[in-house]
């Protein structure tokens, strides 16, 4: 059994993002995940539940520290206009010490609530943007 190594263990601060191309220079934090839809299977005689698989639905968000509003812009004009923009996400997580990439890409976004205002004194105004996804493609591993 291989020797632990705890420098390998993956840190937050090894990961980036990017919306559009553009990177997001005060990212705090990322989740995406993709869930499946099983559906239940059971037949006469097997007392077990079996599960066939339909497909994934993916959702994740974002959160940054704003410094531009060129996100609430072109989500807010999509909303108004009812013509939704195509977006990537591009999220990658380096391994300290090695410098291998976890990278993965996600499209056909869809961004399911923008915050048009959020503030309060003494504090860092951030930006969440919760979204959807249709594909995701794993472009790097560890």
């Known amino acids: 059994m291989p020797e632990f190594d705890p420098n390998k263990i993956m840190h937050g601060n090894g990961g980036a993002a990017w919306f559009n191309g ?10 995406a995940k993709a869930t499946g839809d ?52 591009i999220t990658a997580h380096t391994q300290k010490g090695t410098n291998k990439v976890e990278r993965l890409a996600y499209s056909n976004i869809v961004v399911t609530e923008i915050m048009l205002a959020k503030f309060e004194k003494k504090t860092m105004t951030e930006m969440e943007l919760p979204f959807q996804f249709g594909n995701f493609q794993v472009l790097e591993t560890l």
């Open 38 to 89: 099983f559906e239940p299977v059971n037949v006469c005689g097997d007392p077990a539940t079996y599960s066939i698989y339909n497909g994934y639905s993916g959702e994740g968000t974002l959160v940054w520290l704003k410094v531009d509003s060129d996100v609430l812009k072109l989500i807010s004009e999509a909303y108004l206009s009812g013509v939704m923009p195509e977006i990537t996400i």
């Open 22 to 31: 553009k990177k997001l220079a005060t990212l705090q934090s990322v989740e």
